[in-house]
């Protein structure tokens, strides 16, 4: 079987034009703030790609990037202006933030509602609880992949290798709202090939370059790469050998041109999502 490619790029654009289409008739503009601290390299052009897609949606954007060495307490008053804004509906903090700053009291300061990349202890809490909140962008994207496949979550077995708060965790709990049997696997595990062996549903989130083999696939299974590496060329890939795995899978996200794009996207449908909420809950 040669597997289905799912196009990020073009599931990102049917997002985007689908929220232009919904500000303009209601002739309303979210807005979004991106904080960028320092000169990480990948970081200047995550956020660069975050304030193109928020301009192409029609959204105000507002980015913030500041010097290396900026003092804690002028990040957290600045997220504190954002928080009381009303023209500023999303606020994201890129990480990571230099050595100095605390992460997590940083990121924690941003108004739950506001939230846009689900990372506050609120958001977190809500999506293990299952109430309405803003879900991390990449993990609510992958959803949104698996969907787009029409095959039904309910009863498939889930395996997510992986287990960060941004995207393993978030994704394990997501698949079993989505009712599947959910398995998370991680540098521990045991005879890992046994175990997504058995996977319908395989994400990977390890940030190890091509190391899902085709051997470690069930035939037919959906997979979902989410890493992003450089091979030894310097080329762009993933956590999956895509070449090898793509006769196995049924469908298969690329790397570039897969999660990446979609993980932007649902920013922007946060966004929109975070302005409805504010506008509702008043
Ligand atoms: N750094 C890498 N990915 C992300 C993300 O999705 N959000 C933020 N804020 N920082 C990141």
């Known amino acids: 079987m ?3 490619i ?12 689908a929220l232009r289409e919904k500000i303009d008739s209601q002739g309303i503009k979210p807005g979004l703030a991106v904080i960028l601290v320092g000169e990480n390299q990948a970081s200047k052009v995550y956020v ?6 928020a301009l192409e949606v029609g959204f105000l954007s507002e980015m913030f990037r500041l010097p290396e060495n900026t003092p804690q307490d002028d990040i957290l008053k600045l997220v504190k202006e954002l928080n009381a804004r009303k023209d500023i509906n999303g606020i994201l903090v890129q990480l990571p933030l230099p050595k ?4 997590e009291l940083i990121t924690n300061s941003i108004e739950p509602m506001k939230d846009v990349d689900g990372f506050t202890y609120n958001s977190a809490g809500r999506l293990f609880t299952g109430s309405k909140g803003l879900v991390a962008c990449t ?6 992949m698996i969907k787009a496949t029409g095959i039904d979550i309910k009863g498939k077995n889930a395996v997510v290798i992986g287990r960060s708060n941004i995207v393993g965790k978030p994704m394990a709990i997501l698949l079993l709202a989505e009712h599947a049997t959910v398995t998370i696997c991680h540098s521990r595990t045991k005879d890992l090939p046994s175990i997504t062996r058995q996977a319908d549903i395989l994400v990977a989130a390890i940030g190890k370059t091509k190391f899902v083999k085709a051997d470690m696939v069930k035939e037919g299974a959906i997979v979902v790469d989410v890493g992003m590496n450089r091979d030894e060329n310097g080329k762009l890939c993933g956590d999956v050998d895509f070449e090898a795995v793509k006769e196995k899978a049924s469908y298969i996200t690329p790397v570039p041109g897969g999660v990446g794009l979609m993980t932007r996207a649902m920013l922007m449908s946060n966004t929109y999502e975070a302005f ?6 008043k």
Do not use: F, V, W, Y
């Open 2 to 4: 040669s597997a289905k």
């Open 6 to 17: 799912l196009d990020g790029k073009a599931m990102a654009a049917a997002i985007k034009t």
């Open 48 to 53: 660069g790609g975050k304030e193109k897609d």
């Open 100 to 103: 100095h700053l605390n992460e």
């Open 139 to 144: 993990p609510k994207g992958c959803i949104e």
């Open 276 to 281: 409805l909420m504010q506008r509702d809950n």
